[in-house]
Nanobody
Framework: EVRLVESGGGSVETGGSLRLSCAVS????????????MGWFRQAPGKERRGVAT???????RYPENVKGRFAISQDNADNTLYLQMNSLQPEDTAMYYC??????????????????WGQGTQVTVSS
């Protein structure tokens, strides 16, 4: 059974940095015999879930324009952990952040409906 557990959220000031972690169990990122895609989504109060980064099981990454150059997704296959390094944080980055997984390839457009497994989320708050 796949289980995703996020950590690392918190409160920072504008311009600060945070690194989110996602402990993954029930999934082996080293297995590239079939496609899979992991990523991070976020949801602000009253808004839809939006993708902020994905990485496939061959290491290819994708980001929407609003975080490109500020956020970086990575994975440690030895520890089965997914990370999201967030720099130059802005108040509009405030949201609940979720770790996600699907046994399918990553698409250029990050859509929540493409992902089957979700963590419980970790809150990120950026103050001005």
């Amino acid at each position: 059974e796949v289980r995703l557990v996020e950590s690392g959220g918190g409160s920072v000031e504008t311009g600060g940095s945070l690194r989110l972690s996602c402990a993954v169990s029930g999934y082996d990122a080293r297995d590239d015999s079939s496609p899979s895609c992991m990523g991070w989504f976020r949801q602000a109060p009253g808004k839809e879930r939006r993708g902020v980064a994905t990485i496939d099981n061959r290491g290819a990454t994708r980001y929407p324009e609003n975080v490109k150059g500020r956020f970086a997704i990575s994975q440690d296959n030895a520890d089965n952990t997914l990370y999201l390094q967030m720099n130059s944080l802005q108040p509009e980055d405030t949201a609940m952040y979720y770790c996600v997984l699907t046994y399918s390839r990553c698409y250029d457009i990050l859509s929540a409906r493409d992902f089957d497994y979700w963590g419980q989320g970790t809150q990120v708050t950026v103050s001005s």
